[in-house]
């Protein structure tokens, strides 16, 4: 399926938000779980193949790909199942959300990684919210312990990334921001302040030295963990150095969002609003409202777009707007977001691209991987914004 673009220059306004149609949640949902029973159907072959791949990820080169429970998407597709439990309290969701998510447990003691926010949290948190099965709760707890390994006192962040320690030392992207959820959720699970100290720590550190003035962020920032200085600030999924590479602008907007939900720091709300309006105010952003992957590619109007960007800012800013002045001017941004995603230039048809729900994601342009492809965790948010659409 082929992205037609018609206006390609178009101003991201509110006078262009104002012609979102209201999106049909229920309708919107009964397909995705269509989709999702395709999905599920492929899943289930694979694996009788290759056991240990637990989880669909994407389909490149025209191959269904699935991944270990060790890859940092992992956690995407049982949370998805979580997502349609909560939408429909059919026991069918419950029960298929309960079996993949078991398949994902284990990384709980995984410090290799800094995205046990999204492996862990996604599915055992909102597994947690759905059941309060106090098993579930343990699992969050257990990977919040196994995430604050990887925190460094001197820098006040935490590692993202072990690989590549020719090109960096200690190396933090953006997208970190969203582990944060982990810990804040582990502190109210067990009173234990350090994880939450950890967090804000983080968030803090973060501000002062990967945002530029325009609040657009660096995706890697690199420090010196002997004097906690700022070593270097370069990119590994954007354009260049200085570009703003979109999912991390998207990483961004939510990271800071959930950072006032649990801490009410104006700081953050503040830091989110300034974040929102970079990306709203964008004069490259089609009409749509789908972001091309990075805001700096010199191939624009001809790159490619990232509906997992799109979705991530629509979920992120149907919460910021409880919290922000903007409310109305959100509601509509994520309206019309929502509204593109929706219709079926982004949403495959029922049966194909082997049963996920968006096409048009990028995952990583620099080394040609994942392009104008779907991929899980863009169908995550996609359908987490429908429903809080709905709320």
């Not at 999204?118 to 759905?130: E, H, S, T, V």
């Not at 974040?275 to 010199?298: C, E, F, R, V």
Request: aromatic share 14%; hydrophobic share 35%; with cysteine.
């Amino acid at each position: 399926m082929k992205l037609k673009i018609t206006m390609v220059a178009v101003l991201f306004t509110i006078a262009s938000l104002g012609y979102a149609q209201k999106v049909n949640v229920k309708k919107s949902m009964q397909s995705a779980m269509a989709q999702s029973d395709v999905l599920i159907s492929k899943v289930d072959s694979a694996r009788k193949i290759k056991p240990d791949q637990v989880s669909p990820r994407t389909v490149e080169n025209g191959k269904f790909k699935m991944v270990s429970s060790r890859d940092w998407t992992s956690g995407f597709f049982p949370a998805q199942l979580w997502f349609y439990y909560q939408f429909t309290k059919d026991e069918k969701w419950l029960w298929l959300a309960k079996k993949y998510t078991e398949d994902i447990k284990k990384e709980q003691f995984n410090k290799t990684t800094h995205d046990l926010g999204f492996m862990i949290y996604c599915p055992f948190g909102n597994g947690f919210k759905l059941t309060q099965d106090t098993v579930y709760k343990s699992v969050v707890v257990q990977a919040a312990k196994s995430l604050s390994s990887r925190f460094n006192a001197k820098a006040g962040v935490i590692k993202s990334w072990d690989h590549n320690g020719d090109k960096w030392k200690y190396a933090v992207i953006i997208d970190n921001m969203m582990n944060l959820e982990l810990l804040f959720e582990a502190t109210k699970f067990t009173r234990d302040s350090s994880f939450y100290k950890i967090a804000v720590t983080h968030a803090n550190n973060t501000i002062k030295n990967h945002f530029r003035p325009d609040f657009s962020s660096y995706h890697v920032v690199d420090y010196d963990t002997v004097s906690g200085n700022v070593r270097n600030k370069v990119t590994a999924q954007g354009y260049a150095k200085e570009s703003a590479w979109s999912r991390g602008q998207a990483w961004g907007l939510y990271g800071y969002t959930l950072c006032y939900r649990y801490t009410k720091n104006p700081v953050y709300l503040e830091q989110a609003d300034a974040i929102a309006n970079y990306i709203l105010n964008s004069k490259i952003t089609p009409a749509d409202g789908i972001p091309y992957w990075d805001y700096n590619d010199p191939a624009i109007p001809d790159a490619p777009r990232d509906a997992s960007a799109a979705a991530i800012t629509a979920s992120a800013l149907y919460e910021l707007m409880d919290y922000s002045k903007d409310k109305k001017r959100y509601k509509m941004a994520a309206d019309k977001i929502l509204s593109s995603l929706s219709t079926n230039s982004y949403t495959n048809a029922i049966g194909e691209n082997y049963g996920f729900i968006l096409a048009h994601s990028t995952g990583h342009r620099t080394a040609n991987s994942e392009v104008d492809v779907p991929i899980n965790y863009a169908d995550y948010y996609y359908i987490e914004a429908l429903l809080r659409s709905k709320r």
